[in-house]
Structures are given as C-alpha cells and as structure tokens.
C-alpha cells in the first residue's frame, strides 16, 4: 500500500460521565467507528472499487466502518449512457455506501438514473440544502442518523446545486444548515459529519458566521483558493480530483473524546475478488455495448460534421425550431463505415443534459456567426418571432449569450448521447442508404 497522504486533526472534550462501577471492574472499553468518505473516482468507481475494497477492510473493518459519497459516481464514462449507473449501484452496494450526496454531473443524469441508483445502491440520497421541485424522487433526505459500534453520526448533505435547473431548486444555504445541524442535536448525533458535492466556501463561510453549530468534519471537492484546516472546532479536507483519494475519519468515544481525519491515498492491490467479477463482467458488458451499430456514412465525419449531427439530432429528438452545439464540445470526428455506439459515446459528451430555450429570431441569426456555435435551423426565420432552441445545458450556461434571453430554460431531462442514438435509429442508415449530413449552417 502506498503511504498515505496523512493529515491529522484530534479533537478533545472533557470526560465523558460514566456510570457507578464495580470496584473490581476497569473502565467500559471505548466506543470506535470509522467514517469513510468517498467521491472521487470521477466514474470510475466500479474499475477502483476492488482495491478499494481491500484497503477500507484494512483500515477500517466493515462492523466499525460507515461508507459516505459526495458524488461523481458515473461520470467520464459513457457506463452511465449505456447502463443507467447499474454497475456503479452494484459497486456501491458491495462497498456498503450508505448516504450518497450528488454532485452536478450525478444530477446532470437526471432523477430516473438518480432513483436507479438511490434504489438500486440502497444508499440514502442527501439533498439537505435543495428542494425536489417536480418531486420525482419521491421523499428525499434532509437529514440521516447512522450507529456503529455504539456511535451515533448524523449525516448532512449539500448537493452541487447553486441554480435552479429544472428539477432542483437551492435552499437558502445557512438555514438549511442550521436546521440540520439543530436535526444532529435533537437526535443525539455524537459526530456530524457534512458531506458537499461541490466547493466548500459557502459551508466554510457559514461555519464562520456561526461558530456554535456542532460540526466535526466537512469534506468537499478541492476549488480555487480553498485548504484542508480548520473553521472553529470542524475539520475541513478536500478530495483532490487529480488523485484517488479517501477521506477516513476515527471516532473514539470513551473517557476522552477523539477524533481524527486524514486523507488517505488509495492504492491498487490486493484487489477484492467478487468486485474484480464485477468489473471484468462489465468491461465485457460494455465493450458488447460499444460495437453496436448505429448506421453508416461513406464518409469520414470531421469536428464540424459530428457537430451538425448532434444539432440535427438535439432538434429532432426535442421537437424544437432549431438545434445548437459547441464545435468545441466534440472531441473526435468519426471514421467512414458503421457508426459504432463506442465511438459516438468518445466523440460527443454524451451526459449533457438538453435544455431547450426560447431565443428571438433575430438573436438566433446572431447565433450564426458564433465562433463556437453549429446550428440547425428552420427554413425560414422572422426577426420579430420567437423560436424553441434545443441545446445543452453547458451551452445555456456558458457565455453564448442565451441567459439574456430566456432565464428559465426547460430541462427537458434528455442527454446527448441517448438523443443522437435515437435519432440515428430513426434515420436507419445502412451501406444501401447511407447518412446525408445536415445543411451546414448559415452565415
């Protein structure tokens, strides 16, 4: 095993009261749990989880350990695409993960595959600081007590959720805290650990702002301009996004309270062998997935082609006046023959979700002449009407321009990549009737 990356804090508070004791009996041994939080695997849980199996047994034995996620479960791959996030579920479950917090990519699949994998998974899924405003995922967690071996820790989760997107809408972050820590309290948590999908600074922030919140641990995704530390008596640690990394946390609770937290480093082997099963059945699963067929083109497809098609294929399959994509979001063309499910997967970012927006005619000519921007169009366009513009959420967000337009886009809950495959299978292109390439777009 490689040697850990340690960063140890201990917190300590007076005597625990204990109770009348024989004079011919020592002190109770005490009480000790593991908290171990994961969250880092950036969608390769299911490759990592069996050498992170065997490690966590080592360093934390099953019957003291507590498993926690902050998110990005099954994103990178195109695992989620094909699967729905099943394998990654069954990962989960093997690894006895018991509350889950996603993260925006986890969201960026939407509540189905989110309801898959809660369910599936059996972990809790902790939206504290959001509200479920279509309510599709049925009842949602603010808040979860955990025991083991006789301590009891709260749990509190802060999903990567800064806007309204269509299906969550972001509580107003300090009273949601504050009612969930006041939750921990009541319910007699003695560890609280909170769990953020995404950059730490506003938990951070809040924890400054009332120093008598009781939180022993926080663990978030590293940001800009954030450190592992402390906020008052919290212990602060980010999970380095270029690393495979742990954060593992000891409570010992006897004649003096302890805790400790450091990140540990997760090493390769030895290796689980029913989670190795796991992933060979997979990867084989999944290379199957990958040579399916979805039609046929003459020619080779370069960057821009493989955009027009997702234009096409974004305004079709949304029923919308119009489709956009970013040339910058493709990342390879294709070759001349089968379109094979594999290579559309790597070529387009196949989890973005599809948001559809209602742009005037005359911004939609504009859009045009974007440097990024490779559009399907109506025939004709009015400059005085108004036109349903499928594109991805990504795109809405980044400095195109659509946010002056239309500040609330509707999430239509489809992605990218199951969007171009129905639409190939729509076209049934094949070597007698091979694909047409859209119009190119206008100038």
């Known amino acids: 095993m490689r040697s850990s990356l340690a960063l140890v804090f201990a917190l ?87 509350a889950l917090t996603p993260s925006a990519s986890d969201l960026d699949f939407g509540a189905r595959r989110l309801a898959t994998l809660r369910d599936t998974s059996g972990a809790a899924l902790l939206l504290s600081t959001v509200r479920d405003t279509a309510g599709v995922l049925g009842p949602s967690s603010t808040f979860a007590l955990f025991e083991r071996q006789r301590v009891k820790v709260g749990v509190i989760g802060v ?26 309290d009541e319910q ?26 009781r939180v022993d641990l926080v663990v978030a995704k ?3 301009d954030t450190s592992d530390g ?19 946390l000891r409570a010992e609770l006897g004649a003096v309270r302890s805790l400790s937290a450091r ?50 294929a974004l305004k079709v399959t949304a029923k919308a006046d119009a ?3 970013g040339r910058s979001g493709v990342r390879a063309g294709l070759p001349a023959g089968a379109l094979l499910r594999g290579q559309l997967l790597d070529a387009v970012p196949g989890s973005e979700r599809v948001v559809l927006v209602d742009v005037p005619g005359e911004v939609l000519t504009k859009l045009v002449s974007h440097p990024d921007a490779v559009l399907e169009l109506p025939s004709r366009i009015d400059p005085l009407s108004s036109y349903v513009l499928a594109t991805t959420a990504s795109l809405y967000r980044e400095g195109i321009g659509l ?41």
């Open 12 to 98: 300590l508070g007076c005597p625990a009261p204990s109770g009348p004791s024989r004079p011919d009996s020592g002190p109770p041994p005490p009480k000790v749990a593991h908290v171990v939080v994961l969250g880092n695997e950036r969608g390769r849980l299911v490759e990592r989880a069996p050498g992170l199996a065997a490690q966590l047994e080592r360093e934390a034995p099953a019957p003291h350990r507590l498993a926690l996620s902050i998110g990005s479960t099954f994103s990178g791959t195109d695992l989620a695409t094909v699967f729905e996030g099943t394998p990654t579920a069954e990962a989960m479950k093997a690894l006895s993960v018991a």
């Open 159 to 184: 999903p990567d959720v800064s806007a309204s997107d269509g299906l969550f809408e972001p509580l107003p972050l300090e009273g949601a805290l504050a009612s969930t820590t006041a939750m921990a």
């Open 188 to 213: 007699g948590a003695q560890v609280v650990v909170v769990l953020v999908a995404g950059c730490s600074r506003p938990v951070t922030a809040a924890l400054e702002r009332n120093p008598g919140w």
């Open 222 to 224: 590293a940001c800009p």
């Open 230 to 248: 402390r906020v008052g008596a919290t212990t602060v640690l980010h999970l380095d996004t270029t690393r495979a990394q742990v954060v593992h």
């Open 263 to 312: 990140l540990l480093d997760v090493s390769a082997v030895p290796e689980d062998e029913p989670l190795a099963a796991l992933r060979r059945r997979v990867a084989t699963s999944l290379e199957a997935s990958r040579q399916q067929a979805l039609g046929f083109s003459r020619t080779q497809l370069s960057l821009d082609d493989v955009a027009r098609l997702v234009s096409r």
């Open 323 to 325: 489709g956009l994509f």
């Open 403 to 443: 946010t002056a337009v239309d500040a609330n886009p509707v999430d239509t809950r489809a992605l990218v990549g199951p969007s171009l495959e129905a639409w190939l299978a729509g076209e049934a292109t094949s070597p007698a009737h091979p694909l047409t390439l859209p119009t190119k777009r206008r100038r």
